[in-house]
């Protein structure tokens, strides 16, 4: 069966961090480009940070840009989303997906591929 898989989500007090993975299944991540996404409750799904199949190019929504970092591991077929200085708002459910390539800090919703079926991140105190 061919998917992504994220995990490592969960609750977290303003200000502190969470690492996300999104592993692949039934195939190599080495050819895609990866992206996260989040979607917080009433409100649309938003692009925040993108990979280059190759690692060497990142990009980041002004929201999030200086506090998360996206990398990758071709190895172990993993893209990670390093999340610091967490804030409230950054509640939503978070996605990772597979295409051919970026553009800027996300992957228009129709060059998709694979998605993955998310993981919650609550930040509260």
């Known amino acids: 069966q061919l998917q992504l898989v994220e995990s490592g989500g969960g609750l977290v007090q303003p200000g502190g961090s969470l690492r996300l993975s999104c592993a692949a299944s039934g195939f190599t991540l080495d050819y895609y480009a990866i992206g996260w996404f989040r979607q917080a409750p009433g409100k649309e799904r938003e692009g925040i940070s993108c990979?280059?199949?190759?690692?060497?190019?990142?990009n980041y929504a002004d929201s999030v840009k200086g506090r998360f970092t996206i990398s990758r591991d071709n190895a172990t077929n993993t893209v990670y989303l390093q999340m610091n200085s967490l804030k409230p708002e950054d509640t939503a459910v978070y996605y990772c997906?597979?295409?051919?390539?970026?553009?800027?800090?996300?992957?228009?919703?129709?060059?998709?591929?694979?998605w993955g079926q998310g993981t919650q991140v609550t930040v509260s105190s």
């Open positions: 997906a597979a295409a051919g390539a970026c553009v800027i800090a996300t992957i228009p919703l129709w060059d998709i591929d694979y």
């Open positions: 990979i280059s199949s190759s690692g060497g190019r990142t």
